[in-house]
């Protein structure tokens, strides 16, 4: 894990600067900073989805009303956004996602690992430019760039962060 630079305060700092006020997540330990920070700031909303793929509609609503929404997921829950995905497709809407990897870097379940070996590929096959960052000093600069992207070419970005920099899972951990 290369957990010694804070990813987290990097991405929040460009979430303020692209005005990003509504932040949808299923939780994730590797996002819990994050997601508090977005908790505590006053113009932005935390909205907790029971499915990831409820948090598409909502980034593609809040585009069509004007405003600017994002998903933080871990990749497990990206397979669950595939059809969904078609939605900020047929709108031309941005949707910028954030998702934190499991499968990888010294995973230690194995029902994590299909899925995150499929995340990028499955993201790409229906249009997700997908962006992977293995240094925790690179989240921020790409996560700015993929939210450029995303909000002004009105396409689906994500940025992909390492199992390497959230850390490996065990057994008996939260």
Same mark, same amino acid.
Request: neutral net charge; hydrophobic residues 40%; aromatic residues 0%.
């Given at each position: 894990m290369t957990e010694n630079h804070d990813w987290s305060a990097d991405v929040f700092r460009v979430m303020q600067a692209r005005k990003i006020a509504i932040v949808c997540t299923v939780p994730d330990? %590797? =996002?819990?900073? =994050?997601?508090? &920070?977005v908790e505590a700031e006053r113009s932005m909303r935390l909205v907790t989805l029971s499915m990831e793929q409820e948090g598409i509609g909502i980034a593609t609503g809040s585009w069509l009303g004007g %405003?600017?929404? &994002?998903?933080? &997921?871990? @990749? @497990? %829950?990206? %397979?669950?956004?595939i059809n969904a995905l078609g939605l900020p497709l047929a709108y031309r809407a941005p949707c910028l996602m954030l998702v934190t990897m499991r499968g990888q870097w010294g995973e230690f379940n194995p029902w994590q690992v299909p899925m995150g070996q499929a995340t990028r590929p499955a993201l790409e096959a229906v249009g997700v430019k997908c962006f992977p960052v293995?240094?925790?000093?690179?989240?921020g600069e790409t996560f700015a760039a993929a939210a450029d992207l995303a909000f002004n070419s009105r396409v689906s970005a994500a940025v992909l962060v390492s199992q390497r920099i959230v850390g490996a899972k065990g057994f008996g951990q939260k």
């Open positions: 330990g %590797g =996002l819990t900073h =994050l997601l508090r &920070m %405003g600017r929404a &994002m998903i933080a &997921m871990q @990749s @497990s %829950g990206a %397979g669950n956004c293995d240094k925790a000093e690179e989240v």
